[in-house]
């Protein structure tokens, strides 16, 4: 949806297979309207596989971290992007059930991408678990891992804090409404990006 002759906006609810392909399908048809700025809403995202987000990530960064896993031993686990990225300023717009692969893909996208979040502090959801079996048929939950941004910043318990905090009043809008007062304010901030690059 395009918010203005300048600004695109994409709401994505949750991660799945083919979002990526609809993703760059999106992209592809605000281009042609001549898209500078691209706001992602990504707030009430629960997340999904970190395959999705790392598929989604790719449009937009080159090769390099995406996150990484580390385990109490110390040893890492990397999750990579590769080249081929869009060129485009970003917007990300969070909440507080942002959670999961979709604070990794925010993460990233602050970090490597100069991406500006707005709206509330995330879920913070950041960690692996394992199920370890008993031997009355019952199981154990033992985490093994946790999650981190590419520069280090730990996701669980600890969410994504915006650059710019804006509360939501929970209402109900339609999808680009700027009565929508996180979103009228990441349109602000993207205003702000572009006149700054010029």
Known sequence: YMLDDDYGYIQISKFGRTTHVELLNAIAQLSHEKCKGLIIDLRDNPGGWVN????????????????????????RYYYRTKDGKVEIQLVILVNENSASSSEILTGALRDRASATVVGKKTYGKGIVQSVVPLSDGSGMQITVAQYYTPNGYAVHKQGITPDVEVDGDNGMYELGDLTDAQLAKALEVMQEKLAEKK
Do not use: H, R, V
């Open 52 to 75: 999705d987000a790392q598929s989604i990530a790719d449009i937009f960064l080159d090769k390099g971290t995406l996150c990484y896993l580390q385990y109490k031993n110390g040893e």
